[in-house]
């Protein structure tokens, strides 16, 4: 399979970029696609190999991919059509599957959608005619796809001849109809949910039977994104979006006001939620909008970009004049973050060079932010670069000791003693959000601080009090989970879950608060939510109403403020650490409202009252005892309520005795308190020894259930060789004589 450092399957040889890697064209549910070259023909192609981890022969889940893989070259092979993608081999080389189809030049309707937004609908009309033409053939040949979405719509060719393809018929699955095409009934096997949750029809949800109906509902659910320019889902929960899905309403109110009548007409006869009501067939697609008179509408270059209201920054400078790119640390839906070094200061920063579905917005939020050099606390941004034409952003990286080991080693947090934490927290969380529509990572592991000295290490850390808030770093988080991918065109499994970053950073709180993470059914129910022992009941109410329904918030310096008054805790007003953008910055390019550097000084103030604040109740904490401890010294000292100056007006008979008696009590009173005081104090430091050596009892039992199962395991390991020996001896052919 591999000639000479390069991958090779059959004929076909796997195009390289420059590092030398294979260039990928695109990863779908069980095959990986590359841009290939026939060896002999010189002819480009996509070639799709199904993946290896799915070739497990001899068991049930790779015999059905591998069935699926054939099933799907075998369906596009029979099908002949513009605008279809071709297929023009299948074969097996060396035990993996693959075949070659039609390359297409232009790139997918999604990475269209990401780069320039909104498509005019005189275009979004050709494309579909075309793709509808293209069902109209699939469904004739009795094949369903399953899967429309802007990912699986190739573009090929340029201007006018430009060509929109179907491609991915993974999920495609064959549909049978009566002759009798007055009564038209569709006979199919029942499957089990496939596909897309953003683009896939109610009935498709419901794992209901399908006819070509199911494919024309998401038919228009594409059509309705490119209109946008983005997922009509994008940011929405996946349970809210299945039950919007799922009820009677009409996707009709949602549709933008402006949309031209013949796009919401076509629209709405799309995205019929009953069947019954919907166009019944590809062909009616194509009579609405021939047949329909249209008013003159002049005809924009084919696929030009919209015009952009902003002011253009200025072109930044390539990443490899200043900076050395590593290794990589995290893979996003959205971004790659890599680790890398300033040539100049030797500085190790972090490099995200952003995927291409990655929202507008966002992209040009933090390509102003980083024009800026904004620092959002948790995280700044260095510079802007590029590379090979795309966007390379620069920041910091973060240092420190992580929370889960605070957590760890100091249990859980009282709210008072983490609030500033909190508060600092929220303000960095708005901040990146504002401006570049996403937040920041809200694992305990990836949230990095110091003590109030500077120091990381987690022996400096005695209380929860010891972290400096303004020392907190760590990284974006972009969306990456199953809800983010289905509200923007991943093919799904049904057990998938993400979450909006409100709830995760509620969830953060918990976990901080309750010393273990949220219970799962907590985000979908606010009873899911187990109660927080330091919080007053409003305050747990309000926890786990936002765990579950983070839209009751309106940003998370809101919530920290909310949940401090009803916790009777005092706090200054919370506000984003970088005032939001507005769209005058934006246009002329202004500074931003606030730096980092305008606001220390707020922060060194805030810090000192909050040190003051903190240094008061550990005075009044000294004082308390000292007093207890003196009220307890007083207490045995008289304990028969023998008083100095009682004793001094008895009798001059019974004085001497009457004071020696005192005398004597009083010092054994004393002894006695001191030796209570020698005793609690020594409770104390037994009670920290104990817990101490309960943990390191703890551990040496779990290393030794860890060596256990592995001696057994070796044991079993070994048996298994002696018994296949054993067999294999027994199984050899003897000799003459039975030996």
């Given at each position: 399979?591999?000639?000479?450092?390069?991958?090779?399957?059959?004929?076909?040889?796997?195009?390289?970029?420059?590092?030398?890697?294979?260039?990928?064209?695109?990863?779908?549910?069980?095959?990986?696609?590359?841009?290939?070259?026939?060896?002999?023909?010189?002819?480009?192609?996509?070639?799709?190999?199904?993946?290896?981890?799915?070739?497990?022969?001899?068991?049930?889940?790779?015999?059905?991919?591998?069935?699926?893989?054939?099933?799907?070259?075998?369906?596009?092979?029979?099908?002949?059509?513009?605008?279809?993608?071709?297929?023009?081999?299948?074969?097996?080389?060396?035990?993996?599957?693959?075949?070659?189809?039609?390359?297409?030049?232009?790139?997918?309707?999604?990475?269209?959608?990401?780069?320039?937004?909104?498509?005019?609908?005189?275009?979004?009309?050709?494309?579909?005619?075309?793709?509808?033409?293209?069902?109209?053939?699939?469904?004739?040949?009795?094949?369903?796809?399953?899967?429309?979405?802007?990912?699986?719509?190739?573009?090929?060719?340029?201007?006018?001849?430009?060509?929109?393809?179907?491609?991915?018929?993974?999920?495609?699955?064959?549909?049978?109809?009566?002759?009798?095409?007055?009564?038209?009934?569709?006979?199919?096997?029942?499957?089990?949910?496939?596909?897309?949750?953003?683009?896939?029809?109610?009935?498709?949800?419901?794992?209901?039977?399908?006819?070509?109906?199911?494919?024309?509902?998401?038919?228009?659910?594409?059509?309705?994104?490119?209109?946008?320019?983005?997922?009509?889902?994008?940011?929405?929960?996946?349970?809210?979006?299945?039950?919007?899905?799922?009820?009677?309403?009409?996707?009709?109110?949602?549709?933008?006001?402006?949309?031209?009548?013949?796009?919401?007409?076509?629209?709405?006869?799309?995205?019929?939620?009953?069947?019954?009501?919907?166009?019944?067939?590809?062909?009616?697609?194509?009579?609405?909008?021939?047949?329909?008179?249209?008013?003159?509408?002049?005809?924009?270059?084919?696929?030009?970009?919209?015009?952009?209201?902003?002011?253009?920054?200025?072109?930044?400078?390539?990443?490899?004049?200043?900076?050395?790119?590593?290794?990589?640390?995290?893979?996003?839906?959205?971004?790659?973050?890599?680790?890398?070094?300033?040539?100049?200061?030797?500085?190790?920063?972090?490099?995200?060079?952003?995927?291409?579905?990655?929202?507008?917005?966002?992209?040009?939020?933090?390509?102003?932010?980083?024009?800026?050099?904004?620092?959002?606390?948790?995280?700044?941004?260095?510079?802007?670069?590029?590379?090979?034409?795309?966007?390379?952003?620069?920041?910091?990286?973060?240092?420190?000791?992580?929370?889960?080991?605070?957590?760890?080693?100091?249990?859980?947090?009282?709210?008072?003693?983490?609030?500033?934490?909190?508060?600092?927290?929220?303000?960095?969380?708005?901040?990146?959000?504002?401006?570049?529509?996403?937040?920041?990572?809200?694992?305990?592991?990836?949230?990095?601080?110091?003590?109030?000295?500077?120091?990381?290490?987690?022996?400096?850390?005695?209380?929860?009090?010891?972290?400096?808030?303004?020392?907190?770093?760590?990284?974006?988080?972009?969306?990456?989970?199953?809800?983010?991918?289905?509200?923007?065109?991943?093919?799904?499994?049904?057990?998938?879950?993400?979450?909006p970053p409100l709830a995760q950073f509620a969830a953060l709180i918990y976990h901080v608060l309750a010393g273990s993470a949220v219970c799962y059914a907590a985000f979908f129910t606010a009873s899911g939510c187990m109660v927080v022992p330091g919080l007053s009941e409003d305050g747990n109410a309000m926890l786990a109403d936002t765990i579950s329904a983070p839209e009751t918030q309106p940003s998370a310096c809101g919530f920290v403020q909310g949940l401090a008054t009803l916790e009777g805790q005092p706090i200054t007003e919370l506000a984003p650490l970088i005032a939001p953008p507005n769209a005058r910055d934006f246009a002329t390019g202004a500074p931003a409202p606030a730096t980092r550097r305008d606001m220390v000084g707020e922060h060194a103030r805030l810090a000192a009252a909050e040190e003051a604040r903190r240094n008061q109740e550990e005075a009044k904490l000294r004082q308390a005892q000292a007093e207890e401890e003196a009220?307890?010294?007083?207490?045995?000292?008289?304990?028969?309520?023998?008083?100095?100056?009682?004793?001094?007006?008895?009798?001059?008979?019974?004085?001497?005795?009457?004071?020696?008696?005192?005398?004597?009590?009083?010092?054994?009173?004393?002894?006695?308190?001191?030796?209570?005081?020698?005793?609690?104090?020594?409770?104390?430091?037994?009670?920290?020894?104990?817990?101490?050596?309960?943990?390191?009892?703890?551990?040496?039992?779990?290393?030794?259930?860890?060596?256990?199962?592995?001696?057994?395991?070796?044991?079993?390991?070994?048996?298994?060789?002696?018994?296949?020996?054993?067999?294999?001896?027994?199984?050899?052919?003897?000799?003459?004589?039975?030996?």
């Amino acid at each position: 399979m591999a000639l000479a450092g390069k991958l090779t399957f059959g004929s076909y040889e796997v195009s390289q970029n420059p590092d030398g890697s294979p260039r990928v064209l695109g990863q779908g549910s069980f095959g990986v696609t590359y841009m290939a070259r026939h060896t002999m023909l010189g002819r480009i192609t996509a070639l799709k190999v199904i993946r290896e981890d799915l070739l497990k022969h001899g068991s049930r889940r790779g015999e059905e991919e591998t069935g699926r893989f054939l099933a799907e070259a075998r369906a596009v092979g029979n099908l002949h059509h513009p605008g279809i993608a071709m297929v023009h081999d299948c074969a097996l080389d060396n035990g993996v599957f693959y075949y070659a189809m039609e390359y297409c030049d232009g790139g997918s309707l999604k990475d269209w959608s990401a780069r320039n937004g909104p498509m005019p609908w005189t275009e979004v009309r050709r494309i579909a005619l075309q793709l509808a033409s293209a069902l109209e053939c699939a469904h004739a040949s009795g094949f369903l796809h399953r899967d429309i979405k802007p990912s699986n719509i190739m573009l090929h060719d340029k201007g006018a001849s430009r060509q929109a393809k179907l491609i991915d018929f993974g999920l495609a699955t064959r549909f049978a109809i009566d002759s009798d095409e007055s009564s038209v009934t569709v006979r199919h096997e029942r499957h089990k949910f496939r596909g897309n949750l953003a683009t896939a029809s109610p009935e498709q949800i419901l794992e209901q039977p399908l006819d070509p109906r199911s494919d024309l509902f998401s038919l228009g659910i594409t059509l309705w994104w490119l209109l946008l320019g983005k997922s009509p889902f994008a940011g929405c929960m996946r349970g809210p979006m299945i039950a919007r899905r799922l009820d009677s309403s009409s996707y009709a109110s949602l549709l933008p006001e402006a949309l031209d009548p013949e796009a919401r007409s076509l629209l709405e006869g799309l995205l019929e939620k009953d069947p019954e009501k919907r166009f019944a067939s590809a062909r009616d697609v194509i009579k609405h909008l021939t047949d329909a008179p249209r008013a003159a509408v002049p005809v924009s270059e084919p696929f030009a970009s919209p015009p952009v209201g902003l002011q253009p920054l200025p072109q930044p400078p390539n990443l490899e004049d200043d900076y050395a790119v590593g290794g990589i640390l995290a893979t996003a839906a959205q971004a790659k973050l890599y680790s890398g070094v300033n040539l100049a200061t030797h500085r190790v920063v972090i490099v995200i060079i952003p995927d291409a579905s990655l929202e507008t917005a966002a992209r040009v939020g933090m390509r102003d932010a980083a024009n800026r050099h904004l620092d959002f606390g948790a995280y700044a941004f260095l510079d802007w670069r590029t590379t090979d034409g795309d966007d390379v952003f620069v920041i910091s990286k973060p240092e420190g000791c992580s929370l889960l080991n605070i957590l760890r080693k100091l249990g859980p947090a009282r709210f008072a003693d983490a609030l500033p934490l909190f508060g600092h927290l929220a303000r960095c969380f708005d901040a990146s959000r504002a401006w570049t529509t996403f937040g920041i990572r809200m694992n305990p592991g990836d949230i990095l601080v110091r003590t109030r000295n500077g120091d990381s290490h987690i022996d400096r850390f005695r209380s929860w009090s010891d972290i400096d808030p303004d020392s907190l770093r760590c990284l974006p988080s972009f969306h990456t989970g199953a809800d983010r991918a289905a509200a923007s065109d991943s093919t799904l499994s049904t057990t998938a879950h993400e979450f909006p970053p409100l709830a995760q950073f509620a969830a953060l709180i918990y976990h901080v608060l309750a010393g273990s993470a949220v219970c799962y059914a907590a985000f979908f129910t606010a009873s899911g939510c187990m109660v927080v022992p330091g919080l007053s009941e409003d305050g747990n109410a309000m926890l786990a109403d936002t765990i579950s329904a983070p839209e009751t918030q309106p940003s998370a310096c809101g919530f920290v403020q909310g949940l401090a008054t009803l916790e009777g805790q005092p706090i200054t007003e919370l506000a984003p650490l970088i005032a939001p953008p507005n769209a005058r910055d934006f246009a002329t390019g202004a500074p931003a409202p606030a730096t980092r550097r305008d606001m220390v000084g707020e922060h060194a103030r805030l810090a000192a009252a909050e040190e003051a604040r903190r240094n008061q109740e550990e005075a009044k904490l000294r004082q308390a005892q000292a007093e207890e401890e003196a009220r307890l010294k007083t207490m045995v000292r008289h304990p028969l309520g023998i008083d100095p100056q009682l004793a001094a007006q008895a009798p001059p008979r019974s004085k001497g005795k009457t004071i020696a008696i005192a005398a004597a009590i009083m010092m054994l009173a004393s002894a006695i308190c001191d030796l209570v005081i020698i005793q609690r104090r020594k409770y104390e430091e037994a009670t920290r020894s104990k817990e101490y050596l309960r943990q390191v009892r703890a551990e040496y039992e779990k290393s030794e259930i860890r060596a256990d199962e592995q001696r057994q395991k070796e044991a079993d390991a070994k048996r298994k060789k002696l018994a296949e020996e054993q067999r294999l001896r027994d199984e050899s052919p003897k000799g003459d004589g039975g030996l």
